[in-house]
């Protein structure tokens, strides 16, 4: 497989990258910069919305919009609008201030289920305690708003990794500061998890010994397998089911973020990163971080589902 470097500006940190069928368009996020991103590549068309906060995760929503997880709450973006249109960004539900400190916490990795939930995790900074937690959202016509937010999970320093299988029967979350992704039991006729437990463990780091990085954002593709960009370790992993090895993609920045499916035939797979850390120089290839990659294979991703509006 021959990995590209997408003819992109580089995001400080690059996250939730979904392909869109209808649009067929790219779209992620860059964190840092307060930004949401399109690239159309038939037509090399390039859009980005501004955000009051910092977008930890985007999906695609039903009726032409953004379902958009910022530091606070849950959002609807109209791309048909420009960011400096105030009509633009409309607030679905705020996370409860009780459970959910913006001066420290904020939204971070997240998608959708097939049953049309928004599901997000957060991240807490600094990492003191494990207060950052799992969140759904889903459109409820028994709320004054139309929309409802649920606690899911907790015990968590940074949330990341969320995907589902392809029996709608397991749900994955990493806890990237803890090097383990963990699983649960998924039903999504109801929405609920159980019996969460560790998935698989990742060595952290040792000075002068080789680091294989620690667990960032990832997708499942048709067969079950976990495709996970490994922050620090210059690398993209596919997992098996049963959490064995099955492939490693190196990239040339340090620090990859998260990977989609996309392409109208879902084989192309394409990888956010960020600029922190050092750029790893491979051959014919010298990239900064945050840059974004594409690698064309044998693999299939899943559909993205949208969420379910009111």
């Known amino acids: 497989m021959t990995l590209q470097v997408l003819p992109l500006p580089p995001s400080e940190l690059g996250e939730s990258p979904f392909w869109h069928p209808m649009e067929k368009s790219l779209y992620w996020c860059d964190i840092q910069a307060q930004a949401v991103h399109a690239w159309h590549p038939e037509s090399d068309t390039h859009r980005q919305w501004r955000m009051p906060s910092e977008p930890g995760c985007c999906a695609p929503a039903t009726r032409g919009r953004l ?119 998924f039903d999504v006729a109801t929405g609920e998890i159980t019996d969460r437990r560790p998935w698989v463990h990742f060595d952290r780091k040792v000075e002068g010994q080789p680091y294989g990085g620690r667990p960032d954002g990832a997708a499942v593709d048709v067969e079950g397998n976990y495709w996970v960009a490994m922050y620090e370790g210059a690398c993209v992993l596919q997992l098996s089911p049963a959490g064995e090895v099955l492939q490693r993609i190196a990239v040339p920045v340090q620090c990859p973020t998260m990977v989609c499916f996309g392409g109208e035939d879902l084989q192309t797979l394409y990888i956010t990163s960020a600029k922190a850390g050092r750029s790893v120089k491979a051959p014919k290839i010298n990239v900064t971080g945050g840059a974004l990659f594409s690698v064309r294979g044998s693999m299939t991703g899943q559909p993205i589902n949208f969420f379910r509006c009111a």
């Not at 949330?159 to 090097?179: C, I, V």
């Open 67 to 185: 379902v958009i997880g910022l530091r606070n709450g849950f959002y609807l973006l109209d791309t048909t609008k420009d960011s400096a249109d105030p009509a633009a960004l409309t607030c679905l539900a705020l996370l409860p201030a009780d459970r959910h400190d913006t001066a420290v916490l904020r939204l971070n990795d997240g998608r959708c289920d097939t049953a049309g939930r928004f599901w997000a995790g957060s991240v807490i900074t600094p990492r003191t305690a494990p207060n950052a937690a799992l969140w759904c959202l889903q459109a409820d016509p028994a709320s004054a708003t139309g929309y409802s937010v649920r606690h899911m999970a907790g015990d968590n320093f940074t949330a990341n990794g969320l995907a589902f299988s392809p029996d709608n029967r397991t749900m994955y979350w990493s806890n990237t500061p803890e090097h383990r992704i963990d699983r649960f039991d």
